[in-house]
């Protein structure tokens, strides 16, 4: 068995700890996200005109108030999505509200390179 000094012991922890933060906050960079205002009594919304069979199910985020973050990563791109959205809670829906948008082609390369002196 290897022992580890103080320093080696306090890298490895340090590295384990910046590891740990940058996973935790990897999806918050990886796609784009539906969202919401934090709203109060809200429990999960439903989602309709995703190109999914039936009503998608997404929880709000916990705490006191809770909002909607739905990854759209899986979206179409050039495909115009036509979505409704309610609000939900035990005691039933609030109405409806219309939401629209296309996700667009990445760009196809890199434009007007060079080296400046």
């Known amino acids: 068995m290897v022992k580890l000094s103080s320093t080696g012991k ?18 918050a960079f ?7 205002d934090p709203q109060d009594n809200v429990e999960w919304y439903e989602i309709l ?7 998608h ?6 705490g006191d108030q809770g909002y909607l973050r739905h990854d759209l990563a899986g979206s179409e791109v ?3 999505y036509n979505i409704d959205v309610k609000a939900c809670n ?12 296309t996700p667009e082609n990445p760009p196809s390369s890199a434009a ?3 080296i400046a002196p």
């Open 90 to 101: 035990v005691w039933g829906c609030s109405v409806s509200v219309p939401f629209s948008f």
């Open 57 to 62: 199910l997404t929880p709000a985020t916990s």
């Open 30 to 36: 990886c796609s784009p996200f539906l969202i919401s």
């Open 10 to 27: 306090f890298w490895i922890a340090y590295l384990g700890f910046l590891a740990i933060v940058l996973f935790y906050f990897a999806d």
């Open 78 to 80: 050039n495909t115009t």
């Open 112 to 114: 007007g390179l060079v």
């Open 49 to 55: 005109g995703l190109g999914v069979d039936g009503d």
